[in-house]
């Protein structure tokens, strides 16, 4: 086996380098620490293997994602399936046809809340972010499933993942017509998934909403291409909390918390935000490049960048390309596509950007194709949460299955005051 050699002070250690199945080279530290009394230091973990999964592969140079091995391109389909990306991702390979129905019909029994937990949306002022009820709504299903929080009778984490798949969908949903003052909108049972979502988002008792096909697609797109994107920061968190063993609502619920953040999953509304300042006139695309260079501005560029990509997101290729598709299907013209297209435009040959490899990120068409199948801004990032679901569910598991899993502690370089005494109040100045 490969080694790395470490040399401090007088003292040489060796360390085992292990080789992943595409050939990214890890240096194994379990030991150092022990040997040497050392550790790494590495805020924000950009050299840091939290741990090893078999679910999807990024190489952020090139600009590949692949889930379970297969290239993301690949999903971009003329009737793309979120439902058979879920269990693909979750389950580890593509379902037969038996297998994707049964699945379905798992979310289809599993799409209704109990009627106690609709009545907790009463209980949020109409002004709630989304993002706090969908959190607190995922955390409250702990309350509703008790008999799924331990999850060691057979199929029961089949059942649990069904029910989370299913009901983020009818809490989402439910979570808009709460802040809009609308009625709730039960399922309907023989809608496919995004269809019967944009039915409980859209739908009116006396008005029903049957979303066309080109926006069921578009839908299942922006879904099933948010499914997973490895050690992000909320697949890492629902990791972390999964690790003390806490239950798979509990970590999913985290999962939300932190995708909710502008740099994460809120960067989409931060995108659209930022380019209806620039239609508004409130900012130029030149003005809007120039304030993202100076660091005293602390504005950035939002959708463009990522921790991992230092190439084009191939995610974000795939976007491009479906806004013209989507929104000269639905007859519509955005202004803002012409306003991205030109920010890109500029970004792309601007040296700042160059020299720092960013590029597009999935954020930055995603919320123009949102906003074209009527989407409201505010829904966006709890849109990400439901198409980043799987993959949560899928990281949970492979954790909560690997053979010594440990709990996720990591430690700290100590920079605070040294020793000192305490002083009684009376004596201090
Ligand atoms: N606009 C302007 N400058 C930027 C940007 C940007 N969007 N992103 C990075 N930089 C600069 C940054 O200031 C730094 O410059 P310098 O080397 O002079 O200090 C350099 O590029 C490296 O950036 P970083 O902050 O060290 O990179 P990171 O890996 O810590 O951050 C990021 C990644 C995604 C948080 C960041 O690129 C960013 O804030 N982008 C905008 C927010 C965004 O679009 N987020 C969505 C990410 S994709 C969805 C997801 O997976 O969550």
Not at 256 to 280: F, R, S, Y
Request: aromatic letters at 10%.
């Amino acid at each position: 086996m490969e080694k790395a050699t470490l040399t401090i002070g007088e003292q040489v250690i060796e360390l085992p380098v292990i080789i992943g199945t595409e050939g990214e080279k890890d240096i194994d530290i379990q030991q150092l620490r022990a040997k040497t009394g050392f550790i790494t230091y590495d805020p924000g973990y950009g050299n840091t293997g939290s741990c090893s999964s078999a679910i999807t592969f990024i190489d952020g140079e090139v600009g590949i994602l692949r889930y379970r091995g297969i290239p993301i391109e690949q999903f971009d389909r003329p009737n793309p399936d979120f439902i058979e990306v879920v269990f693909l991702v979750i389950f580890g390979h593509l379902p037969t046809r038996n297998e994707l129905s049964e699945f379905k019909n798992m979310l289809r029994e599993n799409e209704h809340l109990h009627e106690s937990m609709k009545h907790h949306f009463e209980g949020f002022p109409p002004y709630a972010p989304p993002m706090a009820s969908l959190s607190a709504m995922i955390n409250a299903m702990s309350c509703f499933h008790p008999e799924l929080l331990k999850l060691d009778e057979e199929g029961s984490f089949e059942e649990a993942s069904a029910r989370l798949i299913s009901k983020i969908r009818t809490i989402a949903a439910y979570s808009y017509r709460h802040s809009k003052g609308l009625p709730l909108m039960y399922p309907q049972p023989d809608y496919e998934y995004c269809a019967n979502f944009l039915h409980m988002m859209f739908s009116l008792p006396n008005k029903p909403y049957k979303a066309s096909k080109e926006i069921e697609d578009a839908m299942n797109l922006i879904f099933l291409l948010h499914a997973d994107h490895e050690q992000n920061c909320s697949t890492s968190t629902v990791r972390m909390v999964g690790s003390s063993q806490a239950n798979l609502f509990a970590s999913c619920a985290s999962g939300v918390c932190a995708l909710w953040g502008p740099l994460h999953g809120g960067a989409n509304l931060a995108v659209i935000e930022m380019l209806e300042e620039i239609h508004k006139g409130g900012l130029s695309p030149e003005k809007c490049i120039e304030m993202a260079k100076d660091k005293d501005s602390k504005f950035r560029l939002m959708g463009f960048g990522h921790r991992v990509y230092k190439n084009y997101d191939p995610r974000a290729r795939i976007l491009k390309k479906a806004c013209d598709k989507v929104l000269d299907k639905l007859g519509i013209k955005d202004p803002l596509l012409d306003i991205a297209r030109k920010l890109e435009e500029l970004a792309l040959k601007d040296s700042y950007f160059v020299e720092r490899k960013l590029y597009p990120n999935v954020d930055f068409y995603s919320g123009i194709i949102m906003r074209a199948i009527g989407i409201p801004t505010e829904m966006f990032p709890v849109m990400f949460s439901i198409g980043r679901l799987p993959g949560w569910i899928a990281q949970w598991k492979e954790q909560n299955e690997m053979p010594g899993a440990k709990i996720s502690r990591p430690r700290q370089i100590y920079i605070g005051e040294t020793i000192h005494n305490y002083i009684p109040i009376e004596d201090r100045k």
